[in-house]
């Protein structure tokens, strides 16, 4: 009769013990093997560029892997661009997909930045958007001094309660709304030319059923758990601090209603509805030319004005976990040189027409954790049966040994 009090502390160690297992690393030579390059217009945000397919990105050198091994991927500055011409950038979205349990960790080196240009990293699930949700983990327009954060999603999800360990300033609330809902980051030099000046950083996301978590370091400040992790370990982030952006889903948001597996994208517009809004454009990107306006003052012309416009990228790691992961709960600190995101207009604003969404992205298949991109069986993650798992094999063990 001892089974059960010993299945249960058995249940709870195994808990304890889980870690994040690596699925998938993305990098060096082979790391556009396991992405779709977009091959068409910016549909989703209506800005000035042509993503090209894999074929024209390579030859046009707009996507590529560096001397150092890193990959790279940027918008055209080499070609001139006439009136009405779009300018040719990339837009990749990986061929796996990570439901709820996952793990994804960005190390980068150097993110697109200028006026006009609108860098992203994010996620997707799919295919009809909003319904599968979206978690934007890096986005930011123009000259912002720092990250937004956000998550879209049907009605029904909020990030009304703040909680107390969340670095980042919460700006909107109803995740159903065109902006999302948004938080500014206030750690320095997460964007931007003070980003490229420390070496780059790091941002990760834990996508789990208590919430979405999102961190980012400066270069300097990258914990060690990831620093000396490698392309084959497992990672533990009981270390990493307190989350720049927290959305809690106890009360607010149930994860595994709004969000489907998610796809990662990695992508560069320019202008558009949020960086090429009048009012989000003018007040630092006015002067760019005669105009004032983001098209003509710099998509129009020589391409020179985006030497900046790239990402350089060392790797980006998929991990998933069977069982329930830790929430973080360490303390918030005090920031020190608080980026004051009240002056720059445009955090918490984007326009998304949602006409102009069409069904683009490659299906998602379903799978308990992880999809690889060819279709294939699964991964299974270690101890996925989780703790009602462990409840119903002490029951089978306990009749089976009365039946005897």
Same mark, same amino acid.
């Given at each position: 009769m001892q089974l059960f009090p010993r299945a249960a502390i058995f249940c709870g160690v195994l808990s304890l013990s889980r870690a994040y297992d690596l699925v998938r690393e993305y990098s060096g030579i082979t790391f556009f093997d396991d992405w779709d390059f977009f091959g068409s217009w910016d549909n989703? /945000?209506? @800005?000035?560029?042509?993503?090209?397919?894999?074929?024209?990105?390579?030859?046009? @050198?707009?996507?590529?892997?560096?001397?150092?091994?890193?990959?790279?991927?940027?918008?055209?500055?080499m070609h001139s661009v006439q009136s009405p011409q779009k300018r040719n950038s990339v837009r990749i979205t990986t061929k796996d997909s990570y439901a709820v349990g996952s793990l994804w960790i960005f190390d980068l080196v150097h993110i697109p930045y200028g006026c006009s240009v609108w860098p992203a990293v994010w996620s997707l699930g799919g295919p009809t958007w909003p319904e599968g949700g979206e978690i934007d983990i890096m986005e930011a327009v123009n000259l912002m001094p720092s990250n937004q954060m956000a998550l879209h999603t049907t009605t029904g999800c909020f990030h009304n309660n703040t909680p107390p360990n969340q670095l980042g300033a919460t700006l909107v609330?109803?995740?159903?709304? #065109?902006? %999302?809902?948004?938080? @500014?980051?206030?750690?320095?030099?997460?964007?931007?030319?003070?980003?490229?000046d420390m070496g780059g950083g790091v941002f990760a996301t834990q996508f789990d059923v208590a919430g979405i978590f999102i961190w980012f370091w400066s270069r300097p400040n990258v914990p060690s758990s990831i620093n000396q992790s490698n392309s084959t370990s497992g990672i533990d982030?009981?270390?990493?601090?307190? !989350?720049?952006?927290?959305?809690? #889903?106890?009360?607010?948001?149930?994860? +595994?209603?709004?969000? /489907?597996?998610?796809q990662l994208i990695l992508d560069i517009t320019l202008c558009g509805n949020w960086a090429g809004l009048p009012e989000v454009y003018?007040?630092?990107?006015?002067?760019? %030319?005669? +105009?004032?306006?983001c098209y003509n003052d710099n998509v129009v012309g020589d391409g020179s004005n985006y030497d900046d416009a790239y990402f350089e990228i060392p790797y980006i790691r998929a991990y998933t976990t069977g069982g329930v992961a830790p929430t973080p709960t360490a303390s918030p600190f005090e920031i020190v040189s608080k980026v004051d995101i009240s002056t720059y207009p445009g955090? @918490?604003?984007?326009?998304? !027409?949602?006409?102009?969404?069409?069904? /683009?992205?490659?299906?998602?298949? !379903?799978?308990?954790?992880?999809? !690889?991109?060819?279709?294939?069986? #699964?991964r299974v993650p270690r101890l996925e049966m989780g703790c009602a798992g462990w409840w119903l094999v002490s029951i089978v063990v306990i009749m089976f040994i009365r039946l005897l």
């Open positions: 989703l /945000t209506l @800005g000035d560029v042509y993503w090209l397919d894999e074929s024209d990105a390579f030859s046009q @050198g707009l996507a590529y892997v560096n001397s150092v091994g890193n990959a790279v991927i940027k918008v055209d500055n609330t109803d995740c159903s709304t #065109a902006a %999302g809902c948004t938080v @500014g980051e206030l750690q320095p030099n997460s964007y931007g030319s003070g980003f490229a982030i009981s270390q990493w601090g307190p !989350p720049s952006a927290s959305y809690l #889903a106890a009360g607010q948001c149930n994860i +595994t209603e709004f969000f /489907t597996p998610q003018f007040p630092s990107c006015g002067n760019q %030319g005669s +105009t004032g306006i955090y @918490g604003s984007v326009t998304i !027409p949602m006409s102009a969404i069409t069904a /683009t992205d490659t299906l998602l298949h !379903p799978s308990p954790m992880f999809v !690889p991109g060819n279709g294939v069986s #699964a």
